[in-house]
């Protein structure tokens, strides 16, 4: 990082290491995009922070999130998102927030907690990073090894030549966790769903739902769902009314996005 960046850097953290410590208000960004990865068209990134109260009284304030620019004076790059917040003594909470990022070579996505006075009682960042290239294919699992064969049916399928383009122009991620917002899935043209949905929130499964309406491909694995419509009827369906009205490997169009579902990432059409 050059000197004036750093420097600059430095300045919003209060230069000293002690400032640091007497934070009113501790803040960490948990989030940030799908695993690091955002959308460098400028729509919203997912950004998390947990946000606690260190002090013996409790305390309201702002919470300010933005995308500065270390050799633009720490500017933002676009508008700030801002939160009202009021935590009891110790009281700890986690936050959700929109983010619009564009690619800055020396950007930082930056969290400052102010009072009403202005004054700063908070402050966290983390550094934005290259853009991606290519299309992101986000997989949330069951475990671990399901993403792995999920990797591998689309990866190690077709013959020498498609094996080469997939593997240059798609980027498959893990999640460790489902976004609670639609918008949250911004990066991703595609989603693929291979957990219980026993496991995912209301607003988890709204997001999904969400992202599948404005354009997004979502495919199912259904022997990883165990919902209703897989036989486990004390459960909630996802999408049920829509996975009714397709059979297996076939495309339905729900909204601007597509919908596929699959018995298994072991169904021979799976990965084309």
């Given at each position: ?5 750093l420097?600059?850097l430095?300045l919003l ?9 007497a934070?009113?208000?501790?803040l ?23 946000i ?34 009021t935590?009891a ?10 983010v ?6 020396h ?13 700063p ?8 990073g290259?853009?991606t ?5 986000a ?7 399901v ?6 049916s ?30 949250a ?12 949905v ?22 199912l ?9 897989t ?6 369906s996802l999408?049920g ?5 397709i ?5 339905l ?9 699959f ?10």
């Amino acid at each position: 990082m050059p000197p004036r960046s750093l420097l600059l850097l430095l300045l919003l953290f209060g230069l000293a290491p002690a400032t640091r410590g007497a934070d009113a208000v501790s803040l960490a960004i948990r989030r940030f995009g799908l695993e690091g990865i955002y959308d460098p068209r400028g729509e919203p990134t997912w950004v998390r922070i947990e946000i606690r109260n260190t002090t013996s009284g409790s305390l309201s304030f702002h919470l300010r999130v933005a995308e500065v620019d270390l050799q633009n004076g720490a500017l933002p790059v676009t508008e700030v998102s801002i939160l009202s917040v009021t935590l009891a003594p110790d009281e700890a909470r986690l936050a959700d927030l929109p983010v619009r990022v564009f690619p800055r070579e020396h950007a930082v996505i930056y969290a400052e907690a102010r009072n009403s006075s202005v004054a700063p009682l908070g402050r966290a960042a983390v550094r934005v990073g290259s853009q991606t290239e290519g299309q992101v294919v986000a997989m949330l699992c069951a475990r671990p090894e399901v993403c792995r064969e999920i990797r591998q049916s689309i990866l190690l399928s077709g013959s020498a030549d498609e094996q080469s383009r997939k593997s240059q122009t798609l980027r498959l991620i893990q999640l460790s966790e489902a976004p609670p917002a639609g918008w949250a899935y911004a990066p991703a043209s595609a989603v693929v769903l291979a957990t219980p949905v026993a496991v995912l929130s209301q607003e988890q499964r709204d997001a999904l739902e969400i992202f599948l309406r404005r354009g997004g491909l979502l495919v199912l694995d259904e022997s990883q769902l165990g919902d209703a419509l897989t036989g486990r009827a004390e459960l909630p369906s996802l999408l049920g009314a829509y996975r009714r009205r397709i059979p297996e490997g076939r495309v339905l169009h729900v909204g601007d996005g597509q919908l596929l579902r699959f018995k298994s990432v072991s169904s021979s059409d799976f990965s084309n």
